[in-house]
């Protein structure tokens, strides 16, 4: 079995089309397999890009890792008063933060089942990984949704549902979450937090958002966004120069764990330094920086015989796409 690239189509529609005015990239799966068809290696085959195999996540695969109260809310009245929250539409004052429903095309309780839809390709991503030993999905990545609420433009965390059903399923035991975009991945520490089954890593900005929220919520409890991974990897601004030294460091501390079932990893490509989320702009990163982030840690998951199962997750503005297809030629010219 070769390994892969997913596509789902419709999971991520425009989020302008909704009324929201956030610097989505216009369509980041299109661009990568362009340049992936324009490799005279790649374009020749068609072997390398599926698609939906019927894969369905619903309501019990969301209540094993959310609050059942939240989910409560997705499925019911609730769902737009969240969607309201997690792209923090509405400011201080109550009024509209770039956000022009007049310009909507679709309506905003829409976007769910594009989520619902996505959630499917996470989980089909470790099936196939489980079964080829890689799969890139051209999605996926919602790593800052919590317990009981969604945050930082993620609704439901993706990756820790995914693998709380393959463990239900019997598919798995046992996990590692390698989360390299550039926002710590804030929700799948606190979700799985005490879950020796699930170890996670995330290396992402020392500052700013989600860490710069206060420490305690508005009922003095300890903010679950400052619940540390198993191994936290922060890089100040500036310090991009040590990025892949770290990195390496950090992998070197998780092979200490017992060999996983299966590992998901976030290679989000918002550390790029074009991203154009103001929220990155402390984490630049080249494309050759990018590129050795991926190379090194396909290569250490290899060395180890540990499926691999990859995520799209965050990447902002027109030139969003650009890390990718470097390493996915290279990944899916090398069978495991
Ligand atoms: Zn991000």
């Not at 085959?45 to 599926?50: E, M, Q, Y």
Request: with cysteine.
């Amino acid at each position: 079995m070769n390994p892969v690239i997913l596509r789902y189509e419709g999971t991520r529609p425009p989020l302008r089309e909704f009324g929201i005015l956030i610097p989505t990239a216009r369509n980041r799966p299109q661009q990568i397999l362009g340049a992936l068809r324009a490799d005279p290696m790649l374009g020749a085959r068609a072997d390398w890009l599926i698609g939906p195999d019927g894969s369905t996540v619903g309501r019990a695969d969301l209540e094993r890792v959310h609050d059942p109260a939240y989910v409560e809310r997705l499925f019911g009245d609730g769902l737009e008063a969240v969607l309201l929250s997690v792209y923090e539409l509405i400011d201080e004052h109550g009024a509209h933060h770039r956000y022009d429903p007049a310009i909507a095309t679709r309506p905003l309780s829409g976007m769910f089942d594009g989520t619902l839809h996505g959630l499917a390709g996470t989980l089909q991503c470790g099936t196939e990984a489980l079964r080829r030993g890689f799969c890139f999905y051209l999605g996926g990545g919602s790593h800052h949704a919590h317990y009981a609420f969604g945050h930082g433009f993620c609704v439901v965390n993706d990756s820790v549902i995914a693998i709380r059903r393959l463990q239900h399923d019997g598919e798995i035991r046992s996990a590692w979450i390698i989360d390299v975009d550039a926002h710590k991945g804030d929700g799948t520490a606190a979700l799985t937090l005490g879950d020796e089954s699930i170890i996670t890593m995330s290396v992402h900005m020392a500052h700013g958002w989600p860490l710069d929220l206060p420490e305690h919520d508005a009922d003095g409890q300890p903010h679950p966004s400052q619940v540390p991974s198993d191994i936290d990897v922060p890089i100040a601004a500036g310090e991009e120069g040590s990025y892949v030294p770290r990195l390496a460091d950090a992998l070197e501390q998780l092979g200490r764990y017992p060999r996983p079932d299966i590992a998901y990893v976030l290679a989000g490509a918002d550390p790029y330094e074009h991203d154009e989320l103001p929220s990155t702009r402390d984490l630049r990163l080249s494309l050759d920086q990018l590129y050795e982030r991926d190379l090194r840690i396909h290569r250490f998951l290899r060395r180890l015989s540990v499926p691999q199962a990859w995520l799209m997750a965050g990447g902002y503005g027109e030139r969003a796409w650009e890390p990718y297809p470097p390493f996915l030629a290279h990944a899916l010219l090398h069978r495991s």
